[in-house]
C-alpha cells in the first residue's frame, strides 16, 4: 500500500516508521522547516530509542521519503499531527475532499479531544466512502517502536464497515500479538483514550498522596503497596510512588480532560492530580532542605537522572527540571549524570555556570553533600555503595524512585530518605 503520514512529531516518525517496514510505501509530510534539518537533529528522532536507525533504513530500503506539501497519488492517509493543529487536520481534509473523491481513508491518530474526529468527517462525503477513522494514540516515550508494531489492544473508532475493514488490512501487520481489538464510534474511542490516561494520572496521584502521609506516620509504603497489589481489584499497575510524572502527551492529555469537566461544570480529580504532581516534583528538594536546615549555602547536590521516564531522553516537564531549578535558585552547585538526557538537560540550561554534566555517574557525585535519585535508570539499581561513601562528601541518598534497598545502605552508613519509607 501506498501511505502518507502526516506530522512532525514522535507519533508522525513512528507510524512513519512502522507502517514502511511492514512493506508500504510511505511518505512522511512536515512542516518546511522539518524538512530542511538532517535527520540526527530531529529530537523526536534523537530521544527515542532506534527510531532515528529504523527511519534510516526505511528510507535506505526506499520504503520512507520525505515531502512538502506536493501531490500523493494514494487513497490512504495518516493525521499524526499536534493537539494544537485541528485547523492543519481540517485544511488537509478539505484539500484530500476534492483530490480523492471516492475510497478515501483517513486515520485519524491526533490528541485532538472527543467529538474532533466526527468534525473531520463532516468536510467528507461519507456516501462516497470518503471516511476519517480514529485510532488512539497509545505510544509509550522509550518504547514507541515497540508499542506500535506489537500492540496489546487497538481500538479502532469508526461505524463505516468500508472503513473498519480497510483500516484492519492496513494494520494487519501489527495484530499478531494483539489481545484486544475494539470497535467502537470515533467520539467513545476518543473518549475511552482520554479516560485511560485520566485514571492512570489518578492512580499514581494516589500512591504519592499515601506515600506521603506514610512519611508523617512512620509507616513504610512499600509494605502498603504490597498489600494493595495483592488485592485483585486493585493489582499493582501504576502503584510505585515517586517525585513526580512528566511527559509532554501524559500531561496533556490530562490537563485537557479536566477541562472538559470544567466546561461541562463538574468538578475533577484530576484538577487535583495535576496541581499536586507539580507540588510532588519538588519533594526532593524539600527533603534536602530540611534535612540541612534550610541552609544549602556551598553545597554540591549530585543527580542521578534528568529524563522524565528511563528509556528515553526527553526531559519534558520532567521533575528533574523542578528540583534542579530550586537547588540553583539556592546557589547549590549541581553535578548531573543521565544516559541519554545530558544533551538535551545541557541545551535547556545554557550551560549554566552551577551545573556540571557528567558523562559517568561516579563523576557526578564527586565531593557531593547529597546525591538525588530523580530517574531510576536501570543502572542506577545496584550501584558500588564503598564507592559512593568515598567520594562523597556526606553519605545522604534521597531516593525519588524507591530502588534502594534501605537496611543495605544503612548499614553502610548511609542516611538514607526515600518516597514514603
Same mark, same amino acid.
Given at each position: 500500500?501506498?501511505?502518507?503520514?502526516?506530522?512532525?512529531?514522535?507519533?508522525?516518525?513512528?507510524?512513519?516508521?512502522?507502517?514502511?517496514? %511492514?512493506?508500504?510505501? *510511505?511518505?512522511?509530510?512536515?512542516?518546511?522547516? &522539518?524538512?530542511? +534539518?538532517? =535527520? /540526527?537533529?530531529? #529530537?523526536?528522532?534523537?530521544?527515542?530509542?532506534?527510531?532515528?536507525?529504523?527511519?534510516?533504513?526505511?528510507?535506505?530500503?526506499?520504503?520512507?521519503?520525505?515531502?512538502?506539501?506536493?501531490?500523493?497519488?494514494?487513497?490512504?492517509?495518516?493525521?499524526?499531527?499536534?493537539?494544537?493543529?485541528?485547523?492543519?487536520?481540517?485544511?488537509?481534509?478539505?484539500?484530500?475532499?476534492?483530490?480523492?473523491?471516492?475510497?478515501?481513508?483517513?486515520?485519524?491518530?491526533?490528541?485532538?479531544?472527543?467529538?474532533?474526529?466526527?468534525?473531520?468527517?463532516?468536510?467528507?462525503?461519507?456516501? %462516497?466512502?470518503?471516511? *476519517?477513522?480514529?485510532?488512539?494514540?497509545?505510544? &509509550?516515550?522509550? +518504547?514507541? =517502536? /515497540?508499542?506500535? #508494531?506489537?500492540?496489546?489492544?487497538?481500538?479502532?473508532?469508526?461505524?463505516?464497515?468500508?472503513?473498519?475493514?480497510?483500516?484492519?488490512?492496513?494494520?494487519?501487520?501489527?495484530?499478531?500479538?494483539?489481545?484486544?481489538?475494539?470497535?467502537?464510534?470515533?467520539?467513545?474511542?476518543?473518549?475511552?483514550?482520554?479516560?485511560?490516561?485520566?485514571?492512570?494520572?489518578?492512580?499514581?496521584?494516589?500512591?504519592?498522596?499515601?506515600?506521603?502521609?506514610?512519611?508523617?506516620?512512620?509507616?513504610?509504603?512499600?509494605t502498603i503497596r504490597e498489600g494493595m497489589g495483592a488485592d485483585p481489584r486493585i493489582g499493582n499497575h501504576y502503584l510505585s510512588p515517586g517525585c513526580g510524572f512528566g511527559g509532554q502527551n501524559f500531561n496533556q492529555n490530562i490537563s485537557r480532560f479536566s477541562e472538559i469537566f470544567e466546561k461541562r461544570g463538574q468538578n475533577s480529580l484530576l484538577k487535583t492530580v495535576i496541581s499536586e504532581n507539580e507540588i510532588q516534583k519538588e519533594l526532593l528538594f524539600k527533603k534536602l532542605w530540611q534535612h540541612y536546615q534550610c541552609d544549602l549555602a556551598h553545597k554540591t547536590v549530585s543527580v542521578w537522572g534528568a529524563s522524565f521516564k528511563p528509556g528515553t531522553a526527553s526531559i519534558d516537564n520532567a521533575p528533574s527540571l523542578k528540583?534542579?531549578?530550586?537547588?540553583?535558585?539556592?546557589?547549590?552547585?549541581?553535578?548531573?549524570?543521565?544516559?541519554?538526557?545530558?544533551?538535551?538537560?545541557?541545551?535547556?540550561?545554557?550551560?549554566?555556570?552551577?551545573?556540571?554534566?557528567?558523562?559517568?555517574?561516579?563523576?557526578?557525585?564527586?565531593?557531593?553533600?547529597?546525591?538525588?535519585?530523580?530517574?531510576?535508570?536501570?543502572?542506577?539499581?545496584?550501584?558500588?555503595?564503598?564507592?559512593?561513601?568515598?567520594?562523597?562528601?556526606?553519605?545522604?541518598?534521597?531516593?525519588?524512585?524507591?530502588?534502594?534497598?534501605?537496611?543495605?545502605?544503612?548499614?553502610?552508613?548511609?542516611?538514607?530518605?526515600?518516597?514514603?519509607?
Open positions: 500500500m501506498k501511505v502518507k503520514v502526516y506530522g512532525a512529531d514522535l507519533t508522525a516518525w513512528v507510524a512513519a516508521a512502522s507502517l514502511a517496514r %511492514a512493506g508500504n510505501d *510511505v511518505l512522511i509530510e512536515g512542516p518546511d522547516t &522539518q524538512l530542511a +534539518k538532517p =535527520l /540526527q537533529e530531529i #529530537s523526536a528522532l534523537r530521544d527515542e530509542p532506534g527510531l532515528l536507525y529504523q527511519i534510516e533504513l526505511q528510507m535506505q530500503e526506499g520504503r520512507l521519503k520525505r515531502t512538502s506539501s506536493q501531490d500523493c497519488k494514494t487513497n490512504i492517509h495518516w493525521l499524526a499531527l499536534e493537539h494544537n493543529e485541528f485547523h492543519l487536520a481540517q485544511s488537509i481534509i478539505s484539500e484530500l475532499a476534492s483530490d480523492v473523491t471516492e475510497n478515501l481513508l483517513i486515520v485519524n491518530q491526533c490528541n485532538f479531544g472527543v467529538g474532533a474526529t466526527d468534525k473531520l468527517q463532516s468536510l467528507l462525503n461519507e456516501a %462516497a466512502n470518503q471516511v *476519517v477513522v480514529y485510532i488512539p494514540n497509545n505510544l &509509550q516515550e522509550g +518504547k514507541a =517502536l /515497540q508499542g506500535f #508494531s506489537q500492540p496489546k489492544r487497538i481500538t479502532i473508532g469508526s461505524e463505516n464497515s468500508w472503513a473498519i475493514t480497510m483500516t484492519r488490512s492496513l494494520i494487519r501487520p501489527f495484530l499478531q500479538n494483539i489481545e484486544h481489538l475494539l470497535l467502537m464510534s470515533s467520539r467513545e474511542a476518543e473518549f475511552t483514550k482520554l479516560a485511560i490516561t485520566g485514571m492512570l494520572a489518578i492512580r499514581i496521584g494516589y500512591i504519592n498522596e499515601l506515600a506521603n502521609l506514610a512519611d508523617q506516620m512512620d509507616v513504610d509504603i512499600d528540583v534542579i531549578d530550586a537547588l540553583l535558585a539556592q546557589g547549590v552547585h549541581v553535578r548531573v549524570h543521565d544516559p541519554e538526557a545530558l544533551g538535551n538537560l545541557q541545551q535547556h540550561y545554557d550551560d549554566h555556570h552551577d551545573i556540571a554534566f557528567c558523562n559517568d555517574p561516579y563523576d557526578a557525585i564527586t565531593e557531593s553533600d547529597a546525591l538525588l535519585l530523580v530517574t531510576e535508570w536501570p543502572e542506577y539499581w545496584s550501584p558500588d555503595y564503598e564507592r559512593l561513601l568515598q567520594q562523597m562528601r556526606m553519605p545522604l541518598i534521597i531516593d525519588g524512585r524507591n530502588i534502594f534497598d534501605r537496611e543495605a545502605l544503612e548499614m553502610y552508613g548511609f542516611t538514607y530518605m526515600g518516597v514514603g519509607r
